[in-house]
Structures are given as structure tokens and as C-alpha cells.
């Protein structure tokens, strides 16, 4: 037992080193995201964001196929060879090129399915440059991630961001239109790429084998299906706002989208990125992995109710300080989309405990289901789609996500489910992992209501908001003495000194 000790506070201390890097990566990048995002969304017209949004929801698909799912396989797998990441390497490439030209000759296609608006044809064949420079940094972010070392990830993201950010800016102020969107998405895959070669110091091999794909097909062929359906499930909702309502308002709800993805992939991301390995290295004592789970399961809900439940109630100061009114139609969009985002973070949680063990077939079976779910209910609210009123403008799509969110709560039930059964652990005992967080946070939200119902500047309520809410939350979990709480403070200290 005493030998053991050692390799577990090690794996502890890479673990809090990932969520730190990990966390400085997610807040850094949106950070950085935002700022050129509030300049752009302020220099450009709904329309042009449309019309990106449009070409992005093509590019999803694209990358989905390129990546194969062997990311996903490499992670799982406890020691894979070089000759493994640079098999995977070069597919992604291959693929990406094959499919850069088939979507290149495809782009009328893709105009027409948007009322024939010919803007999209040079953007969509712009756009979709940024799938090879994507793929070939897919295996270098795989290894640092497998090495729980994100460090030069952080910094790559970073960089990358912020000259895609002076590149868009700077062309949107000089009056490129929506071009300013495509360069800044261009710049930013280039960049990240080219960091990763220098950072990571990895050479691949100058070989190739089938034999080595071929192994990751189990669990890499059962990811991709999953992350086709996801593509579909999180994009079908912006092909359909498009298709039947036009760019204006898919560019309102590509506002809405894009906000609130701030927030709910990136703590998603965070959680894969943080969790995954250290739930891989403990597949095979399943003791010690349900422990995790449970840890895991706290720690997602501390940082989730607060930051999704808050985003919610700020949502009306955050767009006025931001736009000022020019992106309101957006706004309860944004706010129904964080509570679907609720259930996709926990869905995704115990995906990836389903991952690390190794069950990718159940992963593609709750796909499957979930998106089953979903499509059932958009059937049931597309008819009701292009209802509009003076006084909500976005109803037909505001109707749309309460369908999805009742589909992403039934989901979420069954993945539920799963993930105890494949875990030996109760479902009330994960159910308990989330409640005291809960709790707390619906404790603090009448008070943040009632602020947001001030006659104040849009800044000066957004600043209370913050403030009284992250400072009573602190406290609250400080007199009830929360584990979680104790031991991030207690890692930023060991850090500090």
C-alpha cells in the first residue's frame, strides 16, 4: 500500500496541474475570444455573421470525418507507439485534403441550401482551408493532453487567438464585411498548427500503417459515429434557422450560440481535457475509479451550477455592456441555450467515464438515443419555427430550444443511467454529488434577480451581480466546509508558495 502512494500524489499533482492549465487555456482563449468577438459583433451586421455561421456548420461535419475518432482511441489506449501517432497523423492530413476539394466543388450545393445566397460559394471554400491546418496539429494536442502536460497547448491557443484577433479586427475596421470572420478563423487554425510543430518537439515517422489504425477502429470508428450524431444534434438547429428563416436571424441565433458555447464547451472541454487521462490510468481497479467519478462529479457541479445558473440571470447586462441593444433578439436565446448546455456538460461527464473504460458501443447507443430524443422534438416544434411577434421577434426559435432542452433532460436521465450501471454506483449517489451545489446556487439566484431589476447602468448591475453572487457562493461553501473548495484553495496555495 505505502508503494502505491507515491504514483497516486503523483498522478494527483499532474491531474491539478492539468485543470490549472487546462482552466488558464479555457479563460484565456474565451477571454480573447470575446474581446474580438464584442468588437466584431459591434462592426458587423447579423447577416454577415450568418453567413459564416452557415459555412461553419459544413466545416463541423468536415472535421468530424477527419479526425476518425482516433483521437479519442490514442487517449484511451495506456501506451501508444510512435508509429501509432504518426499513422494517425498522416490520415488526418490525407482525409482533410481529400475532403478540402470535394467541399470545394460542392459550395453552390451548399449556397443553394440557403435560399441560393451566392456570398456563401468563395466564403465556404475559404473557410473550409482551416480542415488541413486543423488536422495536422490533432495528434501533437493528443499527446501533450496523454502526457497531462497542456502547457504548450495553453500557449499555442492563446497566441493563435490573439493575432486571429488583431488580423479580424483590423480588417473589419478597415471594411472587409464578413471576410474579417473568415480571416480571423484562418489565422487562427494556421497559427495554432505551426505553434504545436515547434512546441511539442514531436517528428513523425515517415510511415504509414493500416495495421495501427486498424487497432484504434473499435473504440475510434464507435467515437466518430458519436461525434457525427453530436455534429448533427449541436448544427441542425443553425442548417434549420438558416434554411427556413435566413441569415438575419441565423445570425441572432448564431450570437446566442456562440455565447453561450463560451461557457459550456469550454468547461466541457475542460473536464475531457483534465479528467480523461487519470480515469484511463485507473480503468482497471474499479474502486478507485468510482472514487474518481464521484470526486469528478463535485468538482463539474461546483463550477457548473454557479457559471451557467449566473450566466442565465446576467444575461440582459452582459449583452447591453457589450452591444448595447443592437443583439437583444439574442438574448433569450442565449439564456435557453445555457440550460440546455447544463444537462450536454453532464451528459458529456459521463461520457467520459464510458470512454475510459473502454464501452464505446454504449457511448454511439446514447447518441443514438439522444439525438432519437431530439429529433422527436424538433418534428414537434419545426412547424411553430417562423412564429414571430413585435414583441418576440424569435419566438418560433425560442419555442424550438424548449423542445431541445425537454430532450436534453431526458437524455441526460438515460446517460444517467448508463454511467452508474457501468461505474457499480447508485444513481442517488451521483444525483448526490450535484445537490449541495445546486442548492447553493438557487439560494443566491433571487438575489441576483432582484438586482438585474435595477434601474442602474447596465455595467454597474453587471458588476453587483458578479460580486455579491461569487462572494456569497465562496462563503456559503466556506461555512459548509466543501471539500472541493478546500482542496482548490489548498493547490493555489501549495502553488503560490
Known sequence: MAAEKPKTENLKWLTARSVKWSAIDRFASQALYAVTGIVLANLLTPDEFGLVGAALIFQAFAAIIVDSGFSYALIQRKAPSLLDYSSVLWFNIAISLVLYIILWFCAPLIADCFKHDMRLIPIARAVFVTMPLNASAIVQINQLTKQMNLRPVTVANISSLFIG????????????????????????????????????????????????????????????????????????????????????????????????????????????????????????????????????????????????IGLYLMATPI?????????????????????????????????????????????????????????IALFATFPYMDIESLRFPVLGIEIMLYGQILAAVIAFIF???????????????????????????????????????????????????????????????????????????????????
Open 165 to 308: 484577433g488583431i488580423i479580424g479586427i483590423a480588417m473589419a475596421i478597415a471594411g472587409f464585411g464578413v471576410w474579417a470572420i473568415v480571416a480571423q478563423s484562418i489565422a487562427n487554425s494556421a497559427f495554432k498548427s505551426i505553434f504545436l510543430w515547434f512546441t511539442s518537439r514531436w517528428l513523425p515517422l515517415m510511415q504509414f500503417s493500416w495495421a495501427a489504425l486498424k487497432s484504434f477502429f473499435k473504440v475510434g470508428s464507435g467515437m466518430m459515429f458519436t461525434s457525427f450524431l453530436n455534429t448533427i444534434f449541436l448544427n441542425i438547429y443553425s442548417f434549420l434557422v438558416g434554411n427556413q428563416l435566413g441569415m438575419a436571424k441565423l445570425g441572432y441565433y448564431t450570437q446566442g450560440d456562440k455565447w453561450s458555447k463560451m461557457g459550456i464547451m469550454s468547461l466541457s472541454q475542460t473536464l475531457t481535457s483534465a479528467f480523461l487521462p487519470p480515469l484511463s490510468a485507473a480503468q482497471d481497479d474499479p474502486n478507485r475509479f468510482r472514487r474518481l467519478c464521484h470526486k469528478m462529479n463535485r468538482t463539474t457541479a461546483y463550477v457548473l451550477f454557479p457559471a451557467m
Open 415 to 497: 446517460h444517467l443511467i448508463w454511467a452508474c450501471r457501468l461505474c457499480s454506483a447508485s444513481i442517488w449517489s451521483f444525483i448526490r454529488d450535484n445537490l449541495p451545489y445546486l442548492a447553493i446556487t438557487a439560494c443566491i439566484a433571487p438575489l441576483l434577480v432582484w438586482l438585474g431589476g435595477l434601474s442602474w447602468h447596465p455595467i454597474l448591475i453587471l458588476l453587483a451581480q458578479c460580486v455579491v453572487g461569487a462572494s456569497l457562493y465562496l462563503i456559503i461553501n466556506f461555512l459548509l466546509r466543501s471539500k472541493i473548495q478546500q482542496e482548490a484553495i489548498a493547490y493555489l496555495q501549495g502553488r503560490v508558495s
Open 319 to 375: 449583452f447591453h455592456t457589450l452591444f448595447g441593444t443592437k443583439w437583444d433578439l439574442s438574448i433569450p436565446l442565449f439564456q435557453l441555450l445555457l440550460v440546455r448546455g447544463i444537462f450536454t456538460v453532464l451528459s458529456g461527464l459521463y461520457t467520459n467515464y464510458m470512454l475510459a473504460l473502454g464501452h464505446s458501443r454504449a457511448i454511439f447507443t446514447m447518441e443514438v438515443l439522444r439525438d432519437s430524443i431530439a429529433i
